[in-house]
């Protein structure tokens, strides 16, 4: 038997790649280099009130350096909270390169939000995007997914059923339900050839880490170094390909043995 990587012929959505040096990005890339056509979405909005900024050109180049390796390339600028989000990606994805079969479920809000502090503004702003977003898209994609095997949703966590997160309190409580959402949603679309899994990467360099910070993690490392986008990439490449179908409903941590 051979087994392969290859993700030719493969449509996937990948959401939340705004940034070169972000996860989204990277993953963009893992599976742009196994054949995959690649559309992404990205928040302006978002990323301008992040410390990291707007980056406007990154968008332009991500897209250019996936069409220089040999595949399709869309993009779009998506706010998840909106009602009509998912509907108007799943038909632009159709329209310009075809129906999917991979959908990475990358895009996430996240702002500091403490017991004393959080409001009702912030704790639904993270629900409409971590939450009602992602269980939307991922129910859309599989009604449309009609191959019969092959069909892959993979979500990201940040491993808030491993210990608390202080001062992340609307973040902890949303991004933990993707881990039960996943779960379920796995057995529900088995029958049309659909894996399902969730994948918390563990504290990852995508530059919000700043000099005295990444001292104080890099010995909580066992291989001494703090996880970069490309780790959790090749992890889920190898999800989205037909050597894991048998993986599903599973929440995998793949952050290098990081000590909590």
């Known amino acids: 038997m051979t087994y392969t990587l290859n993700l030719n012929g493969k449509i996937a959505i990948v959401t939340g790649a705004s940034r ?6 990277a993953i963009c890339h893992a599976l742009a280099d196994a054949g995959a056509d ?68 990358n895009a996430a809000y996240s702002t500091s939000t403490s017991f004393d502090k959080i409001s009702e503004e912030e704790l639904d702003l993270h629900y409409f995007i971590n939450v009602r977003g992602t269980t939307l898209l991922s129910a859309a994609f599989a009604k449309g997914f ?37 779960v379920t949603l796995s057995a529900e679309v088995a029958s049309k050839g659909i894996t399902v899994n969730a994948v918390n990467p563990g504290p990852t360099d995508t530059g919000w880490i700043n000099d005295e910070l990444r001292e104080q993690l890099k010995s909580r490392f066992g291989f001494g170094r703090i996880g970069n986008p490309e780790d959790i990439a090749r ?18 941590h793949s952050e290098g043995g990081f000590k909590r």
């Open 146 to 182: 009609t191959n019969g095997r092959g069909g892959r949703i993979i979500n990201l966590t940040s491993g808030q059923s491993l210990g608390p997160m202080p001062g992340e309190l609307a973040y902890a409580a949303t991004k933990g339900a993707i881990e039960a959402m996943t």
């Open 235 to 252: 992890l889920i490449r190898f999800l989205a390909s037909d050597d894991a179908e048998w993986i599903t409903g599973q929440i995998i």
């Open 20 to 25: 070169k040096a972000g996860i989204g990005a």
């Open 38 to 105: 690649i559309f992404f979405t990205h928040w302006s909005s978002y990323d301008r009130a992040m410390p990291w900024g707007e980056q406007i050109n990154d968008q332009h180049v991500l897209k250019e350096e996936l069409i220089r390796k040999g595949v399709r390339c869309e993009h779009c600028e998506l706010d998840l909270a909106r009602t009509d989000s998912v509907q108007n990606l799943l038909r632009q994805v159709s329209n310009t390169l075809g129906t999917p079969s991979i959908l990475v479920n």
